[in-house]
């Protein structure tokens, strides 16, 4: 299986993608955006930022 490694995260507050590389061995609760400063958390549910505002889940969920 083919682990995919980038997201593009969509800042919810402001819209604006980054592509950023997720770590493989651990979820990321945490992310700040590079254009308005959020910080945003996982929504309920999800392990970390990259399940819940990522183009792709995290490489946890993908195993």
Request: aromatic residues 10%; charged residues 20%; glycine residues 4%.
């Amino acid at each position: 299986m083919n682990i995919i490694k980038k997201s593009i995260i969509t800042c919810p507050n402001c819209g604006y993608q980054k592509t950023e590389e997720m770590p493989i061995d651990t979820c990321q609760f945490f992310y700040e955006c590079e254009n308005c400063q959020a910080i945003l958390n996982p929504k309920p549910n999800d392990c970390c930022v990259y399940c819940s505002y990522g183009t792709v889940k995290c490489p946890s969920m993908q195993e």
